[in-house]
């Protein structure tokens, strides 16, 4: 039965990552898989502190990335690049598998259905003892509630039991089988975060030069070529994003935001928000700015798992509205700058 099972490159992204990193590549070397079957790909932006010593001890292959390009969507798209396994399991540093058999779970769907992309998990890991922004996140199923109430999160909420994300979805015991429209606003963030997919359907299918490697929108390329078909397991991923407090995961976001949603731009195929969401964007903004249903829904949702960690939502809700409104303005003012300088120039 080993011998008939495919070749995995586990792709990881690093950067002075020595905090989270060893148990997510223990948890990776202690899967029930072959372990001469699994390689482990670093794309290492410079690591100054124990990142490379614990890359040795898990045998894990640093590809060193150059200082000018140091950022985490380089790191990973020059280390999938690098990839010789038949599928490339997406995961970053702070990801861990919460059990043995979970790669197994993830590889069977796929292995069920030649025409399937990729897979991932349902949920979030949700444990008690986590942090509690970390809870937050494994209870709504996204680590913003933007992407939430745009019907673009790329988990479920730890109380939904039936498909309630995108796409078109068929139960098939152990997974739903999910098929996603082309129309890009219509595609979960999905493709990172634990992402099993075929590693050469994507690499002849998808913009994947580098610079332009960004996972959510690799998965758009396909989707839009007809490779439509995913999978997500029943099971979760362990995602611990904050560990240093609800005003640095705050800055974090800011910074996510400018890059990926501002300074990108030109090279995404996709953005949380894009044309086409206006009237959705605004009744998020609204929401936001009335606390009403925010509110609201963390209350249904501490109704049904009883944890604090819900009553973040509203001001999760009207501190993102505030950052993504700073973005805006400041990206604004900035092209109007140039705009003037031009006019003077000429």
Same mark, same amino acid.
């Given at each position: ?15 002075? /990552? ?28 410079? +690591? ?94 996204? /680590? ?91 099971? +979760? ?5 904050? /560990? ?25 195929? !996709? ?16 929401? /936001? ?6 509110? !609201? ?12 960690? !819900? ?36």
């Amino acid at each position: 039965m080993t011998e008939s099972l495919p070749t995995i490159s586990v792709i990881t992204p690093t950067f002075n /990552s020595g905090k989270t990193l060893n148990q997510c590549l223990k948890l990776v070397r202690e899967q029930d898989y072959p372990q001469d079957k699994i390689e482990i790909l670093l794309g290492d932006g410079g +690591s100054t502190d124990n990142t490379l010593e614990i890359a040795k001890t898990h045998n894990a292959i640093v590809h060193n990335i150059p200082p000018e390009k140091q950022h985490a969507e380089y790191n990973r798209g020059y280390a999938f690049s690098k990839a010789s396994g038949e599928y490339a399991l997406i995961l970053d540093h702070d990801n861990f598998l919460p059990y043995k058999g979970w790669l197994k779970d993830l590889l069977a769907p796929l292995l069920e259905n030649p025409e399937m992309v990729a897979t991932t998990t349902c949920y979030y890991h949700y444990d008690r003892s986590f942090c509690l922004m970390d809870r937050y996140i494994a209870l709504l199923g996204t /680590s913003e509630p933007l992407p939430y109430y745009l019907g673009k999160d790329d988990r479920m909420p730890q109380f939904a039991k039936t498909w309630v994300l995108a796409g078109q979805a068929e139960d098939k015991g152990k997974y739903y089988s999910v098929r996603f429209e082309k129309d890009a606003r219509k595609i979960p963030s999905l493709g990172t975060n634990g992402t099993l997919m075929r590693t050469q359907l994507i690499k002849d299918h998808a913009d994947v030069r580098l610079g332009h490697h960004y996972p959510i929108d690799v998965m758009v390329d396909v989707i839009k070529q007809g490779f439509n078909l995913f999978g997500f397991t029943k099971n +979760s991923l362990i995602h611990l994003a904050n /560990s240093s407090g609800f005003f640095e995961f705050m800055k974090r976001r800011k910074d996510f935001v400018e890059k990926y949603h501002f300074q990108d731009i030109s090279k995404r195929r !996709w953005s949380v928000v894009m044309p086409g969401d206006g009237f959705a964007v605004a009744l998020y903004v609204f929401y /936001s700015i009335t606390f009403i249903k925010p509110l !609201w829904d963390a209350l249904r949702g501490f109704v049904k798992i009883r944890d604090v960690a !819900w009553f973040i939502h509203p001001l999760m809700c009207f501190m993102t509205t505030l950052i993504y409104a700073y973005v805006v303005l400041k990206y604004k003012i900035k092209a109007l700058k140039l705009n003037v300088g031009r006019d003077n120039n000429g």
